[in-house]
């Protein structure tokens, strides 16, 4: 199994950038594929972007060409870059790793303002 710990959340204007960090208990290439994944009050948890263990990338229809997912394997960590932010783009963020049992983080906080 696997832990992961994300950080990087905070407090950003919109137009503004953000790195978010996914670190994993694991060597990341022994996942094949972490996401992240968002959720905002009153809706549901849904796909941000993905990553698999080849380096294939996956995103969401709402950040396509905004935000980009990359993986640093020496650190085990994941990262997401998120550009031109919206305040839609508020909520909690959330990695996941793709494994037998599934493994969620904790959460980290963005918050858009106006």
């Known amino acids: 199994q696997v832990r992961l710990v994300e950080s990087g959340g905070g407090l950003v204007q919109a137009g503004g950038s953000l790195r978010l960090s996914c670190a994993a208990s694991a060597s990341i290439l022994s996942i094949n594929r972490i996401g992240w994944y968002r959720q905002a009050p009153g809706k549901q948890r849904a796909l941000v972007a993905d990553?698999?263990?080849?380096?294939?990338?996956s995103y969401g229809d709402s950040v396509k060409g905004r935000f980009t997912i990359s993986r640093d394997n020496a650190k085990n960590t994941v990262y997401l870059q998120m550009n031109s932010l919206k305040p839609e783009d508020t909520a909690v963020y959330y990695c996941?790793?793709?494994?037998?049992?599934?493994?969620w983080g904790q959460g980290t906080q963005v918050t858009v303002s106006s």
């Open positions: 996941y790793a793709y494994t037998q049992f599934g493994s």
């Open positions: 990553i698999t263990r080849g380096g294939d990338s």
